[in-house]
């Protein structure tokens, strides 16, 4: 239970803060039927987040200026979506912000694509990664948040006024594009910051699942306010849950956890609003049964054991690979005859073939496959070394510590070198502290940097005054006494019960000036 807080209590917190203002902003978006204005400009952040990146600027070590780009990109969709709302309409305002969103989306997948890691930033930007998400983020995010909610409660009869009656407002001489305008600027900064947190799509879930499930069972702003929170609140609980023990990707768990609720809203209201309730259960419950037998007649498609696997494997087109590695998975038979043709595709396969073989290596846990996995770790793919990483610490084979060693001596990526370091640690190893150390005194990524010092802390008690911000010479005197105190305890530290590396004759590593 202490390791699921630890993981998992600044993600809640990240999700609680999500939906403090997203509930409220959701309310508007649902009333200016623009539901999918928040995705939209979602986007466009991502896409300034990108433009920033491909003129040089780092988002781990140069973050304000890449959310400056971002910031920047939003406002001029914001000015956009105020300019084109018309009273009178011949193409819907909707249309014209789902033609935003794909043009985003393009621009950034194309941008990207001269990225080193394009493929993976446009998964974060996608995706997010609330669950590296850090305290002093969380407290910025909640101070911006704030900010925009004073803003909003000081002018909130023009904001609803416009939101709920647009042809009132103008009637009464407020000026509709202007405090469109405002909304929208407002509206920006709320996603700019949120999707530097949990990416697009969670976003976009945050804004419109609470506002649309309240508003199916509720009336007035308050209690509809009451409901959005309690339901962002649950599911984001639920979610980060389920991602902590099944072991899955925080944001797109969240994000079906948030579908299944609204499903689940949905069918209650039905229910609950039918004048014959019996009958609407018994629909309701026939709609499952057929659902079900749908989905388990569709099992009955699956291609028979008489194909050769073996065949699809060494000869077959990666989609074939992919859909014979489906079958493996199922059968342990079908995987014993596959494991020598899976071992050959580790080394030569194409990726996305390499990578579910890894996932198979993990669910399955098989060691017998760990020495094919262990040369994976310098493979020239970022996405292969870190998915075998991910493999080996799943497995936790102690015989996995020297090929993981010896790897994060020779890896350039700093923070995959990071992660292996802690992989080590975990599987018992103090040597990781050496490939940390080396990332805090000779990294050039600060968050890198940063990563490596908090997965430090977390597996030892160090009293030393590091800061990630600072510059390498400004950190020497530190980075000295973390070497110092490495050299002393490198063979007297063993990891306790709770993850932490303890030497009971030795102190904790201190101040190199002596203070505590």
Same mark, same amino acid.
């Given at each position: ?11 809640? $917190? ?10 409220? !902003? ?39 200026? @890449? ?17 084109? *709302?018309?009273?009178?309409?011949? @193409?819907?305002? #909707? ?38 998400? +850090?305290?002093? /983020? ?15 409660? %000081? ?5 609803? $006024? ?22 929208? =600027? ?13 990416? =697009?799509?969670?976003?976009? &879930? ?9 508003? !199916?069972?509720?009336?007035? /702003? ?12 649950? @599911? ?27 499903? %689940? ?41 008489? *194909? ?47 990578? +579910?073989?890894?996932?198979?290596? #993990?669910? %399955? ?12 770790? &310098? ?14 610490? &799943? ?5 996995? *510590? ?31 502290? #050496?490939?940390?150390?080396? @990332?805090?005194?000779?990294? #050039?990524?600060?968050?890198? +940097? ?5 997965? $430090? ?12 911000? !600072? ?21 007297? !530290? ?5 993850? =932490? ?16």
């Amino acid at each position: 239970m202490g390791s699921f807080l630890q993981s998992m209590a600044l993600p809640f $917190l990240g999700c609680l803060v999500l939906t403090g203002i997203h509930v409220y !902003l959701g309310i508007h978006v649902l009333s200016r039927k623009v539901i999918f204005v928040d995705l939209a400009l979602a986007q466009v952040a991502a896409l300034g987040s990108v433009w920033g990146m491909l003129l040089g600027w780092d988002r781990a070590s140069d973050p304000w200026i @890449v959310k400056g780009f971002s910031l920047s990109f939003t406002f001029i969709g914001a000015a956009v979506f105020s300019m084109t *709302r018309m009273r009178h309409e011949r @193409v819907p305002h #909707e249309a014209l912000i789902g033609i935003t969103y794909a043009v985003a989306l393009a621009a950034t997948i194309l941008f990207s694509s001269h990225l080193a890691h394009g493929a993976e930033e446009v998964s974060d930007l996608l995706a997010g990664n609330i669950l590296w998400v +850090r305290a002093d /983020l969380i407290v910025f995010t909640t101070v911006l948040y704030a900010a925009v909610g004073t803003v909003h409660w %000081l002018f909130r009869r023009q904001f609803f $006024l416009i939101s709920l009656h647009p042809e009132q407002a103008e009637a009464q001489g407020i000026s509709v594009r202007f405090w469109d305008f405002l909304f929208y =600027v407002t509206f920006g900064f709320v996603v700019t910051s949120s999707v530097s947190i949990a990416g =697009v799509l969670l976003v976009f &879930s945050f804004l419109v699942i609470p506002a649309v499930i309240a508003i !199916l069972f509720v009336d007035g /702003l308050r209690p509809r306010l009451v409901v959005g929170w309690a339901v962002g609140t649950a @599911v984001s609980a639920i979610g980060c849950s389920l991602s902590y023990f099944r072991d899955l990707p925080s944001g797109p768990t969240i994000v079906v956890t948030f579908g299944l609720s609204l499903l %689940l809203a949905g069918l209650v209201r039905y229910v609950a609003q039918s004048p014959a309730r019996a009958v609407a259960l018994a629909r309701v419950a026939g709609g499952g049964v057929v659902f079900a037998l749908v989905l388990g007649g569709s099992l009955l498609l699956r291609k028979g054991e008489h *194909r050769d696997i073996v065949r699809l494997l060494d000869s077959g087109s990666p989609a074939e690979r992919m859909m014979a590695l489906a079958e493996a998975e199922s059968d342990a038979a079908v995987w014993g005859r596959a494991r020598p043709a899976a071992a050959r595709l580790l080394r030569t396969g194409e990726t996305e073939v390499r990578v +579910r073989i890894l996932d198979l290596v #993990e669910r %399955l846990r098989d060691r017998s496959m760990l020495p094919e996995v262990h040369p994976l770790l &310098s493979d020239a793919s970022d996405t292969i070394r870190e998915r075998a990483l991910r493999c080996l610490r &799943s497995v936790g084979a102690v015989e996995s *510590r020297d090929p993981i060693l010896a790897a994060a001596e020779k890896e350039d990526d700093e923070y995959i070198k990071v992660e292996m370091a802690e992989a080590l640690l975990e599987l018992g190893d103090p040597r990781g502290f #050496e490939p940390m150390i080396a @990332v805090m005194a000779e990294g #050039e990524v600060g968050q890198a +940097r940063r990563d490596a010092w908090e997965h $430090l802390k977390a597996h030892a008690h160090v009293e030393i005054p590091y800061r990630a911000d !600072l510059t390498l010479a400004d950190n020497a005197s530190a980075i000295a006494g973390l070497r110092r105190w490495w050299k002393e305890n490198e063979k007297k !530290l063993s990891m306790d019960a709770s993850g =932490v590396y303890r030497d009971p004759t030795s102190t904790s590593p201190r101040d190199p000036s002596g203070s505590r």
